[in-house]
Protein backbone atom coordinates (compact mmCIF):
# COMPACT_ATOMS: atom_id res chain seq x y z
CA UNK A 1 0.00 0.00 0.00
CA UNK A 2 0.87 3.48 -1.10
CA UNK A 3 0.84 6.08 1.33
CA UNK A 4 1.48 10.24 0.76
CA UNK A 5 1.63 13.02 3.52
CA UNK A 6 -0.47 15.68 1.78
CA UNK A 7 0.21 19.59 3.65
CA UNK A 8 0.06 23.16 2.55
CA UNK A 9 0.11 26.81 3.91
CA UNK A 10 -0.80 30.12 3.13
CA UNK A 11 0.53 33.06 4.78
CA UNK A 12 -1.69 35.23 6.98
CA UNK A 13 -1.64 38.58 7.44
CA UNK A 14 -1.59 39.62 11.25
CA UNK A 15 -1.89 35.84 12.00
CA UNK A 16 -0.37 35.50 15.64
CA UNK A 17 1.88 32.15 14.77
CA UNK A 18 5.02 33.89 12.54
CA UNK A 19 5.54 32.64 9.31
CA UNK A 20 9.17 31.64 10.10
CA UNK A 21 8.09 29.32 12.61
CA UNK A 22 5.38 27.48 10.50
CA UNK A 23 8.71 27.27 7.92
CA UNK A 24 10.55 25.77 10.83
CA UNK A 25 7.58 23.28 11.91
CA UNK A 26 7.39 22.63 8.23
CA UNK A 27 10.68 21.84 7.70
CA UNK A 28 10.62 19.29 10.22
CA UNK A 29 7.44 17.34 8.13
CA UNK A 30 9.52 17.58 5.14
CA UNK A 31 12.37 16.00 6.74
CA UNK A 32 10.43 12.69 7.26
CA UNK A 33 11.21 9.86 4.93
CA UNK A 34 7.75 9.39 3.38
CA UNK A 35 6.17 10.45 0.13
CA UNK A 36 5.04 14.43 0.57
CA UNK A 37 2.94 16.64 -1.63
CA UNK A 38 3.24 20.03 0.02
CA UNK A 39 1.18 22.64 -1.56
CA UNK A 40 3.21 26.18 -0.68
CA UNK A 41 2.90 28.06 -4.00
CA UNK A 42 -1.12 28.99 -3.53
CA UNK A 43 -2.51 32.43 -2.15
CA UNK A 44 -5.50 33.37 -0.64
CA UNK A 45 -7.00 34.39 -3.41
CA UNK A 46 -6.50 31.35 -4.87
CA UNK A 47 -8.42 29.17 -1.74
CA UNK A 48 -12.03 27.94 -3.24
CA UNK A 49 -13.46 29.45 -0.36
CA UNK A 50 -11.80 32.95 -1.30
CA UNK A 51 -13.37 32.60 -4.79
CA UNK A 52 -16.91 31.43 -3.59
CA UNK A 53 -16.91 34.41 -1.19
CA UNK A 54 -16.16 36.82 -4.27
CA UNK A 55 -18.56 38.91 -5.70
CA UNK A 56 -21.44 37.68 -2.50
CA UNK A 57 -23.03 40.17 0.00
CA UNK A 58 -20.46 40.39 2.89
CA UNK A 59 -20.28 37.61 5.61
CA UNK A 60 -19.77 37.27 9.42
CA UNK A 61 -17.00 34.88 10.56
CA UNK A 62 -16.72 32.75 13.57
CA UNK A 63 -14.24 33.87 15.71
CA UNK A 64 -15.15 32.40 19.27
CA UNK A 65 -11.94 33.86 22.06
CA UNK A 66 -9.40 34.58 19.60
CA UNK A 67 -10.61 36.96 16.81
CA UNK A 68 -6.76 37.92 15.51
CA UNK A 69 -6.18 33.80 14.66
CA UNK A 70 -9.68 33.31 13.37
CA UNK A 71 -10.09 35.66 10.43
CA UNK A 72 -12.16 35.26 7.45
CA UNK A 73 -8.37 33.84 5.88
CA UNK A 74 -7.81 31.39 8.01
CA UNK A 75 -11.39 30.01 7.78
CA UNK A 76 -10.79 30.41 3.95
CA UNK A 77 -7.09 28.14 4.14
CA UNK A 78 -8.21 25.99 6.51
CA UNK A 79 -11.38 24.56 4.40
CA UNK A 80 -8.87 24.44 1.50
CA UNK A 81 -7.85 21.07 3.06
CA UNK A 82 -10.06 18.65 1.57
CA UNK A 83 -9.11 20.86 -2.21
CA UNK A 84 -5.54 20.13 -1.73
CA UNK A 85 -6.06 16.76 -0.73
CA UNK A 86 -8.52 16.47 -4.11
CA UNK A 87 -5.49 18.07 -5.99
CA UNK A 88 -2.71 15.91 -4.67
CA UNK A 89 -5.01 12.55 -6.01
CA UNK A 90 -5.58 14.56 -8.97
CA UNK A 91 -1.74 14.11 -9.83
CA UNK A 92 -0.20 11.06 -8.55
CA UNK A 93 -2.44 8.01 -9.96
CA UNK A 94 -0.03 5.28 -7.74
CA UNK A 95 -1.12 6.37 -4.46
CA UNK A 96 -3.31 4.11 -2.82
CA UNK A 97 -4.10 6.37 0.93
CA UNK A 98 -3.53 10.18 1.01
CA UNK A 99 -2.60 11.55 4.77
CA UNK A 100 -3.39 15.41 5.68
CA UNK A 101 -1.17 16.24 8.18
CA UNK A 102 -1.08 20.29 9.60
CA UNK A 103 2.02 22.03 8.25
CA UNK A 104 2.49 23.24 11.69
CA UNK A 105 1.89 19.85 13.48
CA UNK A 106 5.22 19.79 15.14
CA UNK A 107 4.13 22.64 17.82
CA UNK A 108 1.24 20.06 19.56
CA UNK A 109 2.44 17.50 22.22
CA UNK A 110 4.15 14.81 22.03
CA UNK A 111 4.28 14.92 17.99
CA UNK A 112 7.65 13.33 16.99
CA UNK A 113 9.15 12.45 13.66
CA UNK A 114 9.15 8.44 15.24
CA UNK A 115 5.53 9.15 16.25
CA UNK A 116 4.41 10.04 12.64
CA UNK A 117 6.27 7.46 10.55
CA UNK A 118 4.84 4.93 12.93
CA UNK A 119 1.14 5.89 12.64
CA UNK A 120 2.04 6.51 8.61
CA UNK A 121 2.55 2.20 8.77
CA UNK A 122 -0.23 1.65 10.59
CA UNK A 123 -2.87 3.54 8.59
CA UNK A 124 -5.37 1.37 5.75
CA UNK A 125 -7.37 2.16 2.63
CA UNK A 126 -10.58 1.05 3.33
CA UNK A 127 -12.07 4.29 4.76
CA UNK A 128 -12.06 8.20 5.50
CA UNK A 129 -10.76 8.56 9.22
CA UNK A 130 -10.46 11.38 11.22
CA UNK A 131 -9.37 11.77 14.90
CA UNK A 132 -11.25 13.84 16.99
CA UNK A 133 -12.27 14.93 20.61
CA UNK A 134 -16.16 15.00 20.79
CA UNK A 135 -19.31 12.64 19.95
CA UNK A 136 -21.49 13.25 16.78
CA UNK A 137 -23.84 16.07 17.90
CA UNK A 138 -25.18 19.51 16.87
CA UNK A 139 -22.81 21.92 15.86
CA UNK A 140 -22.79 25.54 17.61
CA UNK A 141 -21.11 27.98 15.28
CA UNK A 142 -20.10 30.33 17.98
CA UNK A 143 -17.37 27.62 19.22
CA UNK A 144 -15.29 25.38 17.33
CA UNK A 145 -16.77 21.97 17.11
CA UNK A 146 -14.12 19.20 17.83
CA UNK A 147 -15.93 16.29 16.55
CA UNK A 148 -12.85 16.84 14.93
CA UNK A 149 -9.24 17.88 15.09
CA UNK A 150 -8.83 19.09 12.13
CA UNK A 151 -4.71 18.35 11.62
CA UNK A 152 -5.17 14.82 10.24
CA UNK A 153 -7.22 13.43 7.63
CA UNK A 154 -6.50 9.70 6.72
CA UNK A 155 -8.46 9.68 2.69
CA UNK A 156 -8.01 6.41 0.71
CA UNK A 157 -8.36 7.68 -2.87
CA UNK A 158 -11.70 6.29 -3.55
CA UNK A 159 -12.92 8.73 -0.82
CA UNK A 160 -10.76 11.78 -1.69
CA UNK A 161 -13.46 13.16 -3.96
CA UNK A 162 -16.68 12.57 -2.01
CA UNK A 163 -14.64 14.15 0.84
CA UNK A 164 -13.79 17.27 -0.88
CA UNK A 165 -17.44 17.52 -2.22
CA UNK A 166 -19.31 17.14 0.93
CA UNK A 167 -17.23 19.63 2.56
CA UNK A 168 -17.62 22.47 -0.28
CA UNK A 169 -21.35 21.39 -0.86
CA UNK A 170 -21.91 21.73 3.24
CA UNK A 171 -19.44 24.96 3.20
CA UNK A 172 -21.64 26.44 0.42
CA UNK A 173 -24.84 25.68 1.66
CA UNK A 174 -24.37 27.08 5.48
CA UNK A 175 -23.11 30.19 3.92
CA UNK A 176 -26.46 30.66 1.86
CA UNK A 177 -27.87 29.87 5.04
CA UNK A 178 -26.77 32.00 7.45
CA UNK A 179 -24.17 34.38 5.91
CA UNK A 180 -21.50 33.12 7.80
CA UNK A 181 -18.39 31.66 7.12
CA UNK A 182 -17.24 28.70 10.73
CA UNK A 183 -14.59 26.40 11.11
CA UNK A 184 -13.23 23.96 8.75
CA UNK A 185 -14.21 21.55 11.54
CA UNK A 186 -17.59 22.69 12.13
CA UNK A 187 -18.33 22.17 8.46
CA UNK A 188 -16.68 18.49 8.83
CA UNK A 189 -18.87 17.90 11.26
CA UNK A 190 -22.23 18.73 9.44
CA UNK A 191 -21.40 17.03 6.56
CA UNK A 192 -20.96 14.09 8.78
CA UNK A 193 -24.14 14.99 10.04
CA UNK A 194 -25.89 14.98 6.28
CA UNK A 195 -24.14 11.41 5.17
CA UNK A 196 -20.37 11.92 4.73
CA UNK A 197 -18.95 8.31 6.15
CA UNK A 198 -16.45 8.82 8.33
CA UNK A 199 -14.44 6.51 10.84
CA UNK A 200 -14.32 8.50 14.00
CA UNK A 201 -11.47 7.74 16.28
CA UNK A 202 -10.92 9.35 19.62
CA UNK A 203 -8.30 11.79 20.31
CA UNK A 204 -7.45 15.30 21.41
CA UNK A 205 -4.68 17.73 19.61
CA UNK A 206 -1.40 15.76 20.89
CA UNK A 207 -0.15 12.74 19.46
CA UNK A 208 -2.85 10.69 20.13
CA UNK A 209 -3.81 11.87 16.60
CA UNK A 210 -1.79 9.50 15.53
CA UNK A 211 -1.31 6.69 18.38
CA UNK A 212 -4.85 6.02 18.60
CA UNK A 213 -5.34 5.39 14.96
CA UNK A 214 -6.41 1.83 14.98
CA UNK A 215 -8.75 2.63 18.25
CA UNK A 216 -12.29 1.82 17.76
CA UNK A 217 -15.62 4.79 17.65
Known sequence: MRTKIVTGFIPIPGHPREKSE???LGARLASLPAPRRAFLDDDLASCW???????RPPVTHSAHDNPRKNTLDYHAV????SEWLRRAAAEDADTDVFVWIDYGIFHLPGVTE???LDFLGRVDDRELAIPGCWPKGPVDDQNPCWRFCGAVVVCPRPRVWAFDEAVKREAERHVRATNNVSWEVNTWARAELSGLPVRWY????DRTMFTNVGAGA
Open 22 to 24: YES
Open 49 to 55: LSRFLEG
Open 78 to 81: THQK
Open 114 to 116: EVI
Open 202 to 205: PADH
